[in-house]
């Protein structure tokens, strides 16, 4: 097994030294993953009573453990298995010299465990008993290999009473794989004690064993969610309870209190896309009856809904860039989802610190637009409310496009890699004729933007869209530097035309990756233009859509921007205001922090995408303010630089392909004003032929793209533009400098 460097080392001594406990001298294994063990392969079912401290395990195998294959963490290679089934004695000398117990389950897929004939844990797998031939129901990875700690299950004095006793005790676990042809299974498990004695008893600890924190009390809310057995899945939700306990500002919460903020029954997911890869996993929540049907409450003093999210910071280790922006949000006068941080208890074991917060949905108190109804098919009805979201197709559920048939992804007929999504209604209710609409509408102001009309009064993009809200979303996204900005995540909406008849961008989510935490594309700078990501990246898959830069080429636009965040800058948006609020939550955190990063100590480690990585949580929150400030330093300098593109506004030309200026000086703009083509070739030829030029255009990408040919002379040329050998546009191109 491979031993895991100084990181868990350093956490030893520094929570040894900060977290040591009041009633526990030492702590000591009896059962370690590296001792002997009997182990059964699941080749077939074992006996009925394999859990119980007098079953004859002799016919067994013995080996060093852990179990397993495939990933170079196993003191016993047992080969591509389904399943296997392991039995460890250890001797208890005195009860009362135990004041804690912990299990630390290092596992791939799934397990449950035993102690003397009773479950104390699981995790993956469903069934009283599972059988041998029952795979995992999610996925799951071992830790240790990977540098990561593993998942901890802790016992009250109480359980230790009842489940251990003197003398000798029998450790069962059985460990399932996903699927027959899985290429690893892993089992390392061990079992260590808090001794109130200064005695040496039993086995050391690891010597990466982080001294458990004192959970039980916070001065945030705390959430309890008992899954009753159940195991969270990606989809579908499942039944559970929860409840959660807030006893007020300045007033400290026990999971021994009473629930006095919500109490009853949730269905409850796996949510997120890339971030599902870490050990801590975030859910959607929605709030049900005891019968199973949506409710509706309010929620840690939010406004009711049924709808909510348990986000969890994990690889941003200031735990608080969403809250940040979203706080920001509101300041500029936009919703943005509310958020309450809290600590959650999943099954009785302690998950983190996580952001309780409000889901993207219609609704008078989220975004405030009319309900649309099946029904609604004609006139003013058809033209509201819709939300529409950029986002990668593989975070959709299937049925969702503008293309037919499904499940492509819908695309912009502007950016070919721009996906579009219905959000509401959602595509399993919305009809063929409201798809259109919404369809249509967002096609109408890509056209009028890309078209040489695009600032004219009555045909230009302002009659499409409320420019403000773009203004605003644009700021969010350069302050953050949000690698993900108006390419991933990104909402639109759209109300009846009667109420008020242009889209609207926004609102907020998902700045998890922002505020400098990201380690590629330029994530990690202070200096740079987000909306330059298509020509700094223009091989990566996500792209942004075209509208930011084309945004830029009015006058009108860009001094909006310019004074929007001159006003922003002399008030909200202040350096002293955003500081303010920073040190206000880390107050707040101060202790849960503490919990959050003894669960998951990945501090002082990298973890993806990180740009930086800290040895405590002040440096964390350091970086983050050093980071932000730096940034809104250069942008206060560049966006008062901003040049205004001016003597566009009065081209008249919509054919398919336009060339503007012309003459021009060698420098002139190709606008694509259709998306029949995915590829282009430009050629320049001169007056007796020959090919002086040759260039590949990309509309899907670049649907306005610039042409420097300063190396030809003056004179006349000859431009043909051809998709697949067929041509599709000639013109005569004038070079007169």
């Known amino acids: 097994m491979r031993r895991f460097g100084l990181f868990f080392l350093t956490f030893f001594f520094f929570y040894n030294t900060i977290f040591a406990q009041i009633t526990v001298d030492h702590w000591e294994s009896v059962v370690n993953a590296e001792n002997t063990w009997k182990y059964f392969l699941g080749s077939s079912e074992p006996s009925a009573s394999w859990i119980n401290a007098d079953f004859d395990d002799n016919s067994w195998s013995e080996g060093i453990g852990g179990f397993g294959y495939g990933d170079d963490d196993d003191g016993t290679d047992i080969g591509a298995v389904s399943s296997v089934f392991l039995r460890i004695k250890f001797t208890i000398n005195d009860l009362t010299e135990v004041e804690k117990a912990i299990l630390l389950a290092d596992y791939d897929d799934a397990y449950v465990a035993y102690l003397n004939g009773t479950e104390i844990a699981r995790n993956g797998i469903s069934g009283t008993r599972p059988l041998y031939n029952q795979f995992a129901d999610i996925e799951h990875e071992a830790s240790l290999y990977q540098g990561f700690y593993p998942t901890e299950i802790q016992f009250t004095k109480e359980k230790i009473e009842t489940r251990f006793v003197v003398g000798e005790n029998i ?369 990566d898959y996500w792209m942004n859509p075209f509208w930011w830069k084309r945004f830029l080429r009015d006058p009108e636009y860009v001094l909006q921007f310019q004074n929007r965040w001159t006003e922003l800058r002399a008030g909200l948006f202040s350096n002293e205001k955003i500081m303010y609020y920073i040190d206000s939550v880390v107050t707040v955190l101060e202790e849960p922090q503490k919990r959050n990063f003894t669960k998951w100590p990945i501090l002082n480690q990298y973890v993806w995408p990180n740009n930086y990585v800290g040895n405590s949580y002040p440096n964390e929150i350091k970086y983050l303010k050093d980071w932000i400030t730096n940034r809104l330093a250069w942008l206060d300098s560049n966006i008062a630089r901003l040049e205004v593109v001016t003597g566009l506004e009065d081209l008249k030309d919509e054919k398919p392909i336009s060339i503007y200026p012309n003459p021009n000086d060698g420098n002139f703009h190709v606008i694509i004003n259709q998306l029949a083509w995915s590829d282009l070739d430009f050629n320049l030829h001169d007056n007796l032929g020959r090919l002086v030029y040759h260039q590949e255009i990309h509309p899907g990408i670049d649907p306005d793209h610039i042409l420097n040919t300063n190396l030809l002379n003056d004179g006349i040329y000859f431009m043909r533009i051809t998709s697949k050998d067929k041509l599709i546009h000639s013109e005569k191109i004038v070079v007169n400098r």
């Open 171 to 539: 450790l069962a676990i059985q460990v399932h794989n996903i699927n027959a042809s899985s290429s690893d299974l892993s089992s390392n498990f061990y079992l260590i004690l808090g001794l109130n004695v200064s005695t040496t008893q039993y086995q050391p600890a690891p010597d990466w064993f982080i001294i458990p924190q004192e959970y039980g009390t916070s001065n945030l809310p705390i959430v309890k969610i008992d899954t009753q057995g159940g195991v969270i899945f990606d989809e579908p939700k499942i039944n559970a309870k929860m409840g959660i306990i807030n006893n007020g500002e300045g007033n400290l919460n026990s999971i021994d209190d009473p629930f006095n903020d919500y109490n009853g029954n949730i269905g409850i997911e796996i949510r997120g896309s890339s971030s599902q890869m870490f050990p801590k996993k975030q859910y959607a929540v929605e709030l049900w009856t005891s019968t199973g049907l949506d409710t509706s409450a309010a929620i840690l003093g939010m406004p009711v809904e049924e709808d909510w999210i348990l986000s969890a910071p994990y690889s941003d280790k200031s735990l608080i860039r969403n809250v940040l922006t979203y706080k920001l949000g509101a300041d500029l006068g936009r919703y943005a989802p509310r958020t309450r941080l809290c600590e959650l208890y999943l099954n009785e074991q302690y998950q983190g610190v996580y952001v309780f917060m409000e889901k993207i949905k219609r609704d008078k108190n989220r975004v405030d637009i009319n309900t649309l109804n099946p029904d609604e098919n004609t006139g003013d009805d058809l033209t509201g409310g819709y939300i529409v979201k950029i986002d990668k197709f593989d975070g959709a559920t299937q049925g969702i496009g503008w293309d037919s048939p499904i499940p492509p992804p819908n695309r912009s007929n502007y950016n070919s890699v721009i996906h579009f999504q219905y959000h509401y209604p959602s595509e399993s209710q919305i009809t063929n004729e409201q798809g259109n609409y919404i369809q249509n509408a967002i096609t109408d102001f890509e056209k009028a933007l890309i078209s040489p009309k695009y600032l004219d009064i009555g045909k230009g993009y302002r009659n499409y869209i409320d420019v403000e809200s773009f203004i605003d979303f644009a700021i969010m996204n350069e302050l953050s530097h949000n690698v993900d900005g108006y390419r991933l995540s990104t909402f639109l909406y759209k109300d009846k035309d009667s109420k008020d008849s242009k889209i609207y961008i926004g609102p907020l989510w998902d700045f998890n990756l922002a505020f400098g935490n990201a380690d590629y594309n330029d994530g990690g700078l202070t200096s740079g233009w987000e909306w330059d990501f298509n020509d700094k990246y223009p091989d």
